[in-house]
């Protein structure tokens, strides 16, 4: 799967991507499914969220593909300012800071830090962060150590190949 294009949240007056998506729940108990706009938004819709007094809204939705010929009612929010996410139950997985290392599928992307925003009914029930760089290190130094030990076996099997003569 491509990396996909992600929904934000406002969070304390910063702007952060998200790497959860929590209209899924929604949508999927109403049964509905946007069609894929792309291979990096196989969703079908972009979405904006915000929490105001602790509690969980969407303030927008955006469908890229969407025609309103299609389906006059497919944008179930665009008569209302901002809808309470009451559906949600969860964990919001945000994780910001410098990109330690891209994967190309869905939010598998490693970033220094994720902050974690925990949901019960859309209201918040708490957070925590979670520093993520000792891990990448240590991540680094297991890959250079494998590296280095497999080149040292085609060295060693060269040389005995060498001598197998």
Request: hydrophobic share 35%; net charge neutral; charged share 30%.
């Amino acid at each position: 799967m491509t990396a996909q294009k992600r929904d934000s949240i406002l969070y304390k007056g910063q702007q952060y991507s998200l790497a959860t998506e929590p209209l899924r729940p929604y949508l999927e108990a109403m049964e509905i499914r946007y069609p894929a706009t792309s291979t990096g938004n196989y969703r079908g819709y972009i979405a904006f969220w915000e929490v105001i007094e602790n509690r969980l809204y969407l303030v927008e939705l955006t469908l890229p593909g969407f025609k309103p010929e299609w389906d006059e009612e497919a944008n179930l929010f665009s008569d209302q300012e901002r809808t309470f996410a009451e559906w949600y139950t969860g964990k919001l997985r945000i994780p910001h800071g410098e990109l330690l290392e891209y994967v190309h599928n869905g939010y598998g992307s490693l970033y220094e830090k994720e902050l974690f925003l925990r949901f019960l009914n859309g209201k918040l029930l708490g957070e925590s962060e979670k520093d993520n760089r000792q891990e990448y290190e240590e991540k680094l130094a297991r890959e250079k150590k494998y590296m280095l030990e497999r080149e040292n076996k085609k060295i060693v099997n060269r040389i005995r190949r060498l001598f197998q003569v």
